[in-house]
């Protein structure tokens, strides 16, 4: 019998993107918690074993070994959605969603170090962390402005998909490094409807009441 | 800093149970929108710990702060401190508010704190006004104007002849033939701003297209004024510590 287990870093957005999805997902597995702040534990020998690439989160499905958010996130979709709704099989949507799904890993990655320097005293520049987060920002309000013009709620078609999910914690968590929500009123309403998902959780930095 | 009527929000965009921070020259406001549809236009911060109201969340018809939850009703009254339930409120406990109005689709407030009657906001209600978006903008509000009173209004649906431009304090309107839009002007500080947008005419007639080219030509004024901005160095975004 499977088993899937999360090795999770609580306050790591990356991972709450896997722990969002099991959740809508209603999935359970085993959560292996990682000291990343200040243990380092994810550089320690056993998880470079399993992930050298030094990073969380990893999921793993009995022999099955996964890193990287958002592939973890395609791979569960796959496995275990079976209606197919958060991964649209039209190609059209399944490319869409892909494409959101690159830009939370790549251009919604300053954003991630931004918060890490904020709260972790990494290194980085924060000025240019902070202005790229922010164009990534506003590219996302500029596409969901034009999305509610179609009277749209979601990134990606007519429902929620893995977009909406791994577009949802930097924005969400913009606060913890300085950016507010001020700029983004599309992002705000949409925020909302992400937040009444059935089997959203939130993580440290995002409120239970709003 | 001029004493006047700002718009702070877009009505529409502001749903019921909504709270949201914005500022006007630097200073910090909470808009929110109670359950009976009246919104308002306070200080951003809770007299308590002097926490930000937009950071907690509307139940009904009162605000309540993240932080310790206490509840304020519709007139800034503390009404309700979690921590002490049997307690009658003081009615010295009250968030310092700002006189707001809504007009032409746009929420609108007064920048005196706890003043005496403002004056009237100048212009009439028109209706009804579609809206288009809020739209910030890394420049200064008298550089959004300055591009404001060249631009032209862009073509929706009844196309006819030269931009017609006019403007107060804080409103500029673009006429062309029978199309118009009107940009509400929000100086957030001294190298930020927003722009208010709403198509002067029915969402019948103005939803859908003509919001998405409004849209766009929104975005195009925002990178010439921007542009603009960052030729002279006046952008300087800071991440806070």
Known sequence: MSEITLYDFELDENCYKVRLLLSVLGLSYRKVAVNVVPGREHLAPALMALNPRGSLPILTNSEFVLSEAEAIMIYLARAYDNGNAWLPTDPKAHGLVAMWLQFAGRDLHAAFLARRLAMFDASGD???????????????????????????????GDNPSLADLALFPAIALSRDFGIEHEAYPALRRWMRRVRAIPGFVTMPGIPDYY | METGWYPVALAEGLERGMSTGTRLFGRELVVWRDSADTSHVWEDRCPHRGMRLSFGFVRDNHIACLYHGWQYDTSAQCRYIPAHPELAVPATIRVATYP????????????ELDGDAPPDIGFAERAPMTPVRSLYVDASAAKVFDALVLAECPPLKNVGGATQRSRTDALVSLKSGGDEILVAVQPLSDVESALHIVIAGPPDVYSGDSQKRVSAWGEALRREVEGAARHVGELRHEVAP
Do not use: K, Q
Not at chain 1, 135 to 156: I, Q
Not at chain 2, 100 to 111: D, K, P, T
């Open chain 1, 126 to 156: 924060e000025v240019a962390l902070g202005f790229a987060a922010r164009s990534a920002f506003r590219l996302m309000e500029d596409h969901m402005t034009a999305r509610e013009f179609d009277r749209a709620a979601w990134f990606v």
């Open chain 2, 100 to 111: 707001s109005i809504e007009r032409l689709g746009i929420v609108w407030g007064y920048n």
